[in-house]
Nanobody
């Protein structure tokens, strides 16, 4: 199983970026899909997550600015980021908890990370 993330880049404060992450490989069922970020010198933190029944959770710092969505048929999770701030600068990682078969256990997978830089 692989997670391929895309969409990072450099943007001015107040701008928008859209991150996308697609899972490929042997996937039987998806559970949680989410985005984490890690800024230099800081711990990785949850930005937004969604589970298989549609519950969504956002970090307080991004509420009202970021929107997470998922398309299980396409095995994709998208993070729409609006009103970006310099403090949003970080490497963003997508995460998926999934099962590769009906008999397999739930496992966590990570994408390769995509850099988001917001200039002031």
């Amino acid at each position: 199983v692989q997670l391929q993330a895309s969409g990072g880049g450099l943007v001015q404060a107040g701008g928008s970026l859209r991150l996308s992450c697609t899972a490929s490989g042997s996937i039987f069922m998806l559970n949680t899909l989410g985005w984490f970020r890690q800024a230099p010198g800081k711990q990785r933190e949850l930005v937004a997550g969604t589970n298989s029944v549609g519950d969504i959770n956002y970090a307080d710092s991004v509420k009202g600015r970021f929107t997470i969505s998922r398309d299980d048929a396409k095995r994709t999770v998208v993070l729409q980021m609006n009103s970006l701030k310099p403090e949003d600068t970080a490497v963003y990682y997508c995460n998926a908890a999934l099962r590769s078969s009906a008999w397999g256990s739930w496992r966590d997978y990570w994408g390769q990370g995509t850099q988001v830089t917001v200039s002031s």
